[in-house]
Nanobody, 126 residues
Framework: QVQLVESGGGLVQAGGSLRLSCVAS????????MAWFRQAPGKERESVAT????????WYADSVKGRFTISRDNAKNTVYLQMNSLTPEDTAVYYC???????????????????WGQGTQVTVSS
């Protein structure tokens, strides 16, 4: 079992930055592919970024590429999402997600992830 707790959301002006954190408790954090998803009102939950177990490889949605950076610190059981040059279109609830250890590859669908945090609200004002 894995528990995920996100933090770092808030209200920011367009062009600003935020850093989200997700702390995991439970087993085998370093064996899990991790990801950040987001869900805006009235929209489907979408994958934003994902990172392999070691942190060597990352993937980003086109909408955030060049602005967001996912990273992880396995010693601290924490995954981060650094968000720069934020726009109102980035407004959403952001969720941290973890795959089961049997999966070593990126997952792009919410169905690929077994564990979820409660979400943290990010609001970008224009």
């Amino acid at each position: 079992q894995v528990q995920l707790v996100e933090s770092g959301g808030g209200l920011v002006q367009a062009g600003g930055s935020l850093r989200l954190s997700c702390v995991a408790s439970g087993r085998a954090f370093s064996d899990r592919v991790m990801a950040w998803f987001r869900q805006a009102p009235g929209k489907e939950r979408e994958s934003v970024a994902t990172i392999t177990r070691s942190g060597t490889n990352t993937w980003y949605a086109d909408s955030v590429k060049g602005r967001f950076t996912i990273s992880r610190d396995n010693a601290k059981n924490t995954v981060y999402l650094q968000m720069n040059s934020l726009t109102p279109e980035d407004t959403a609830v952001y969720y941290c997600a973890a795959r089961n250890p049997m999966h070593s590859t990126f997952g792009y669908s919410r169905n690929d992830y077994a564990y979820w945090g409660q979400g943290t609200q990010v609001t970008v004002s224009s």
